[in-house]
């Protein structure tokens, strides 16, 4: 803790009467508070999860023999151990969706004329819609679509304006005006 109010992320204050001192939030630690709208607490739990963690300790596997590391780890692709665990795909997907939050919050502050001719479009491998979700809200006309492997559009909340599609994408993908790709730099770590 001493190194986190080092670094700003928290306060502390010492007690008076010699009892242990009490730690308060700034304005960097509010991106670790559950439950608000802007959090990457979900992300920090599952890169703390021992089986996110565990493709690590083949990183120099990985480099000599090549392959991936969370394969080498599970026994599977994430895509296969998320489907058969759903806790771990929980985890895996709130990381995913915090993260497209914040990102789409950035984009469509930048980017809000970018979205307006469009009238359908397609998120391959949205997850649970999050992003779709974000597009949406503030591009009402547009008819969104998340489309991800069944297992994680089965887990989706529901968003306005958006409907979930399971399926393969190096099968096919549902048609829209646009498509859409956010790429999520963790899964390359995995």
Not at 76 to 100: H, K, L, Q, V
Not at 103 to 110: R, S, V
């Amino acid at each position: 803790m001493r190194l986190l109010v080092r670094r700003k992320i928290f306060t502390v204050t010492p007690q008076s009467d010699g009892g242990e001192a009490l730690y308060g939030p700034t304005h960097m630690s509010r991106w670790l508070l559950h439950g608000a709208e802007l959090s990457l607490a979900p992300m920090i739990m599952m890169e703390n999860d021992h089986r996110a963690l565990a493709p690590w300790h083949y990183l120099s596997n990985c480099v000599r023999e090549g392959g991936i590391g969370f394969q080498k780890a599970h026994g599977r692709e994430i895509w296969d151990y998320c489907s058969m665990n759903p806790e771990f795909n929980n985890i895996f997907n709130d990381a995913m969706g915090c993260t497209a939050r914040i990102t789409m919050k950035a984009i469509m502050t930048g980017y809000k004329d970018a979205f307006c001719g469009v009238g359908s479009m397609v998120d391959v491998g949205g997850g649970t819609g999050a992003a779709m979700g974000e597009i949406v809200k503030v591009h009402p006309h547009i008819k969104g679509i998340n489309f991800d492997l069944p297992h994680v559009i089965a887990t989706a909340p529901e968003y306005g304006g958006v409907s979930h599609v399971g399926g393969d994408m190096f099968k096919a993908i549902p048609s829209a005006d646009a498509v859409f790709m956010k790429v999520r730099f963790i899964i390359k770590i995995l």
